[in-house]
Structures are given as structure tokens and as C-alpha cells.
């Protein structure tokens, strides 16, 4: 965890926050929302492998450090049980609360805000760079291999334990299909290039698992 708060604080510093051991505070606060028990996907191995998309492509942001901080508060609000787009908005109220303590302008504390509240429908205007970068970093485990995105699929389920098996599938079935409707699923040519058609493949072999054929008729 050493490095993964190296890196918090490194953001926190690009972004305005004051010196002192307040960022390290935060940044473990941060880190235990990340590990909270009830998580399966959301969890630090999912805020790491964001983090590594945003430090990869670092050059096609405007901002890569609002971007950083953006990925560290994108789920740190995270309940199965919440209603619609509740826990980004949550995510992003508690972004605000936490850097705005650290002494972070407001106008980059607003950003990440905004940046946060995207990753509920991953819907980004054209020419946004930092939301593009975002948006993709947060859905790149769809353009995973097939056993890797099966797993990413089971700990979903995880989360939603207390779902009903038909209401799951409904729920998840209508996640599916409103990323299938997209316009595109990456924003940014070099990612959309490597990831839109292993991701596509993916999201239709999950929803015709939800969804099977029907008996023929008689």
C-alpha cells in the first residue's frame, strides 16, 4: 500500500493540496473505503488498475492529476444496496469534503467532482480529454480476455448477493445493454483501437448468458 499512497500523495501535490501529513491521512482513508468487506471488484485492485491506465496514457489528458484523484474518489462511496447514480454522487460530495480540507483550489476540487459523478453513466462530451481518460480507464476490464472479464463478472454478482437470481439478471441485463448502446465505449482513439471489439464481444457474450434463447416453439 506504501506505493499506492506515494502516489495519492504525488496527485494531491500536482492539484494544490498543502503540505503536512494530511494527504497521507486522507489517502488511507481512501485506501480502507477501498478494502471494505462487502467489495469483490470494487476494490483496491480495481483503483489500482485505473490508476495504471491514467499513469500509461497520462499524455492524452489535460490534467492527468485531477484525473488521478478522480480514479481514487470514484467509488470510494460503494453500497450494492444504493439507488441509481447514489453512490457516485455520494463519491463525489465526499471528493469535495476531502480535498478541500487538503487546502486544493476549488476549481480543481470541482473537477474531480464532475469527473466522479461521469463515471455513473460514462457518457463524455466530445473534447473532454480528462472525462475521455477517466471514463476508459474505468471500463477497461471489459476489453479483458474472456476468463478475466468472466471473473470481473462473478464478483459483480458477489456484490449483489442479496439480489434475487431474476431481478439480478434484469438489472444487469439493462447495465449491458445501455454500454452497448453507446456511440463508443472508449473515447480515446489509441485505447478505443485496442479494447472496443474484445470489449463489445464481451458485454454480448455476458447478456446472452442473462438473457438465453428461449425453448423452440411448438
Not at 492524452?60 to 447514489?86: E, K, N
Request: glycine share 8%.
Amino acid at each position: 500500500m506504501t506505493d499506492l499512497l506515494d502516489r495519492w500523495r504525488a496527485a494531491a501535490r500536482g492539484v494544490g493540496a498543502g503540505p503536512g501529513a494530511g494527504s497521507t491521512r486522507v489517502g488511507r482513508q481512501l485506501l480502507a473505503r477501498w478494502q471494505e468487506p462487502h467489495r469483490h471488484y470494487h476494490t483496491v485492485a480495481h483503483l489500482t488498475a485505473v490508476l495504471d491506465v491514467v499513469d500509461e496514457h497520462a499524455g492524452l489528458a489535460d490534467r492527468a492529476d485531477l484525473v488521478r484523484l478522480a480514479a481514487w474518489c470514484h467509488d470510494a462511496v460503494y453500497d450494492p444496496r444504493a439507488d441509481g447514480d447514489a453512490n457516485e454522487r455520494d463519491s463525489a460530495t465526499l471528493a469535495g469534503s476531502l480535498l478541500a480540507g487538503l487546502g486544493v483550489p476549488a476549481p480543481a476540487v470541482a473537477e474531480v467532482q464532475r469527473l466522479v459523478l461521469l463515471t455513473a453513466g460514462h457518457v463524455v462530451a466530445p473534447g473532454d480529454r480528462d472525462g475521455a481518460l477517466l471514463c476508459d480507464a474505468d471500463l477497461a476490464v471489459l476489453a479483458a480476455q474472456p476468463a478475466t472479464y468472466d471473473r470481473y463478472a462473478a464478483a459483480i454478482r458477489r456484490e449483489y448477493a442479496h439480489v434475487p437470481e431474476p431481478a439480478f439478471r434484469a438489472g444487469r441485463a439493462a447495465v449491458l445493454r445501455h454500454l452497448l448502446e453507446l456511440p463508443a465505449l472508449f473515447r480515446l482513439p489509441p485505447l478505443a483501437d485496442r479494447w472496443e471489439r474484445s470489449a463489445r464481444a464481451n458485454l454480448r457474450r455476458e447478456l446472452a448468458t442473462l438473457n438465453p434463447p428461449g425453448p423452440p416453439a411448438r
